[in-house]
């Protein structure tokens, strides 16, 4: 077994741990190695060239369940979940974060502005959420245009934003990692840690398999951002037992019907939302429709496979749901419904089904989707898995950096809250220490 020696390990290249590489390398830190069990690929946009990053049964090819049969929306690749998310940029988490002395107010202005994030053009906006738009307000809701990171300019408004966008029309995570490289950041793809090796409460580095074999990386500081999912089955393989509990998946369903003439195939995916639920229902709606049609199969069954995409119009009801998961180490997902989670789904329900109707969707046709998660979190949360540092407790030296950590779900598009906290722990004192404490520098 080779052995390497670094400075910092970085296990992920998604919103924390590309943007963590990113700014660490812009200090002026050296010898960091992010770790990436994915691949990266130019080939996006369509379900069959996603069925390469999406986390998916190998026998049917579709997206994989929790055990209680949610569909989990996840990816394996460079740049994480940023790749086939929908570019939303919300804040989120404020007061929560700064309950552990994390303030991430300071880091919103810099986000936007380096995104260049801003509500979605209106010239991107179709018909369909339109008519969705001018009913709801007929109803006393009012929806917005979603605060995204698109460049209006390069968008085509092809709708397929959630298998990644063959424009490079919304910023992703690559960005982070395409900058952190040209700092001297090393990133290896398709190298899959087994496992973090603790020796007498300190992290001593990590077991990693690639296609050249086994190799054992030392470092001084190691750093898990893998995801909800992938951080929890890392740290419980690894001994810390208490990670992969708290587990939330920003629960959603889709509420879709036959309308006569409009469809939403010519916007980004979820153009407009509404938050006046949110804050009292721990609901958001925003206009959604399933464009290929083996995901509308992967959410309907069947009857999704009848869905006339060009006389659809539908809204995603996602939920701040409770922390009722779990995470095994052998990669098993538990996510249970909590009568809570339910009533919340029910009450968005009913009134994405008023909207819908008044917006002249046929009742008829109205169906609603198999629950489905994504953006998981709460796995490796503060105060209870990893302190105010992010370090994990009783480990010295190995930390946590993406949505594991967060204490809450928040029920609303992480990526802006991940991205703000890897900038802040960069400038920690982790990193950063007062002057008696070693400086990592690689020198």
Excluded at 165 to 170: E, G, M, Q, R, V
């Amino acid at each position: 077994m080779k052995t390497i020696t670094q400075d910092i390990l970085i296990i992920g290249s998604g919103a924390g741990g590309a943007t963590l590489a990113h700014e660490l390398s812009r200090q002026g830190l050296r010898r960091i190695t992010v770790l990436e069990q994915g691949i990266r690929t130019q080939e996006v946009g369509t379900f069959a060239r996603a069925l390469r990053f999406y986390d998916c049964n190998p026998v049917t090819m579709l997206p994989k369940h929790t055990e209680e049969g949610v569909i989990l929306w996840r990816t394996l690749m460079a740049g994480g979940s940023t790749v086939a998310a929908l570019a939303n940029i919300v804040p989120s988490m404020e007061q929560e974060l700064r309950a552990f002395g994390i303030d991430l107010a300071p880091l919103w202005q810099e986000i936007i502005d380096e995104m260049e994030a801003v509500p979605l053009d209106e010239s991107l906006i179709s018909d369909g959420s339109r008519a969705i738009a001018q009913a709801a307000r007929g109803l006393g809701i009012e929806f917005r245009p979603m605060p995204k990171a698109i460049n209006a300019k390069k968008c085509v408004q092809c709708a397929v934003c959630p298998t990644g966008c063959p424009f490079n029309a919304k910023w992703s995570a690559l960005q982070a990692v395409d900058q952190a490289a040209a700092n001297g950041v090393e990133f290896r793809l398709g190298a899959q840690v087994k496992q973090i090796l603790i020796e007498n409460g300190t992290a001593r580095g990590v077991q990693v398999q690639t296609t050249d074999g086994l190799y054992l990386l030392e470092a001084e500081r190691v750093v898990v951002a893998a995801g909800g999912i992938g951080t929890a089955q890392l740290l419980r393989r690894s001994g810390v037992e208490n990670a992969g509990h708290s587990l939330f998946m920003d629960l959603f369903v889709s509420v879709v019907g036959v309308h006569r003439s409009l469809n939403l195939l010519n916007e980004p995916s979820m153009a407009m939302v509404c938050d006046q639920f949110h804050r009292e229902h721990g609901f958001i709606l925003s206009p959604y429709m399933p464009v290929h049609r083996l995901s509308a199969f992967a959410e309907f069954g069947l009857p999704g496979l009848a869905l006339p995409r060009k006389h659809l119009l539908g809204l995603m009801v996602k939920t701040r749901d409770d922390m009722a998961g779990e995470v095994f180490p052998d990669g098993r997902v538990s996510k249970r419904l909590t009568k809570a989670d339910q009533q919340r789904l029910a009450q968005g329900t009913a009134v994405a089904r008023e909207v819908l109707a008044a917006a002249g969707v046929s009742k008829p046709s109205i169906l609603v989707s198999k629950p489905q998660g994504a953006h998981p979190g709460g796995t490796a949360a503060l105060g209870q898995v990893v302190d105010e540092h992010l370090q994990v407790k009783g480990v010295n030296g190995l930390y946590v950096c993406d949505a594991s950590v967060l204490p809450h779900a928040p029920g609303l598009p992480p990526i802006m809250t991940i991205v703000a906290l890897a900038k802040w722990f960069a400038r920690s004192a982790v990193f950063h220490p007062p002057t008696g404490r070693r400086v990592l520098t690689g020198n």
